[in-house]
């Protein structure tokens, strides 16, 4: 699987920024002709990255196209009382649909703390209203929870593939987003450090793109890059093609941007094939979320390969 050499330009001005405002993660989903994004946002005076700690909260943004621009419809995460486990922050959002229902898995913290745990919202239209919970997830270990990233069977049972504060990888299982969660594997990839999960289904094996934080695999800081797992909890190995992404996005114009950061990966799958890659970006003054078409779209295949 060649992603990296399918990725193609993009349009100046396509994806999501929005002035006065730090963006980042970038999460999208279709829902009838409309493409909705949830991302991260905090105030630029707060300053990039720090600022997100005490002052983000996640919108949500439509499009007519995966490509956008992208128009901030509403707040859905924001800040509430001090004592909830979410009050001052929230972050990282993803979503999802199952069954019925739309999940948002995030992380948030509140007032005063820096301890981040990982919650869930639904809602049964993508327009809300979300029901937020009092309480984070309980996934099976006490620490640090940051950047969740799921995958939902068809009977809504799922993998969630999250980390910690030291970037060890995480995996936890329930019946339903709802809970109970179980650690299947608190260490899935001790070789590196490893964050900002996306994950997915090919050739009957479970998939993850991530960015590989200090070079361990791809030998290139913040690169994104691939691991492939039999079912999805353990035996990891890298793709035989690791490189997903690299920091050199080009625009349909000729030109060329090289962010000093591209991180919080997401792939758009429609009708079975990967179209779109979106990431956080950062040029050094202000960031957003950048989508890059995937040329021609990957068709993938949930069913195993033939021996």
Known sequence: MELAKRLGSAARGSGFAMD????????????????????????????????????SEIVRATAF???????????VIGARAP??????????????????????FYNGSDVGTRHRDIGVASAKAITGPWTRRDRPLDLGIA?????????????????????????RVCISTAQSFEGPYTLANGNAWPAAKLEDFFAFRHNGEY??????????????????VHLVSPNGIDNWR???????????????????????????????????????LFNGVYN??????QVVPIVPPLPLNAAPRSR
């Not at 999460?27 to 720090?50: C, L, N, Q």
């Not at 004592?83 to 649909?97: C, K, L, Q």
Request: charged letters at 20%; proline letters at 7%.
């Open 65 to 75: 196209s995966p490509e956008g621009p992208y128009v901030f419809q509403e707040v």
């Open 284 to 289: 050094g003054r202000r960031s957003w979320n």
């Open 238 to 276: 890298v793709a035989p093609v690791p490189v997903v992404y690299d920091h050199v996005i080009r625009w349909a114009d000729g030109g060329v941007l090289q962010p000093r950061r591209r991180e919080r990966p997401w792939i758009l799958i429609e009708n079975g094939s990967m179209t779109h």
């Open 83 to 104: 004592g909830r486990w979410d009050s001052e922050m929230a972050h990282n959002p993803v979503i999802y649909r199952t069954g019925d229902t739309f999940v948002l």
């Open 20 to 55: 006065g405002y730090f963006v980042w993660c970038g999460s999208v989903i279709k829902v009838d002709d409309i493409y909705h994004m949830f991302a991260s946002r905090w105030p630029v005076e707060t300053g990039f990255p720090d600022g997100y700690r005490t002052h």
């Open 143 to 167: 620490t640090d929870a940051n950047n969740p990233a799921a995958w939902f069977e068809p009977d809504g049972s799922l993998k969630l593939i999250w980390r910690t504060v030291d970037l």
């Open 207 to 224: 998939h993850f793109i991530c960015e590989d934080n200090v070079g361990g695999i791809s030998g290139h800081e913040r690169w994104g």
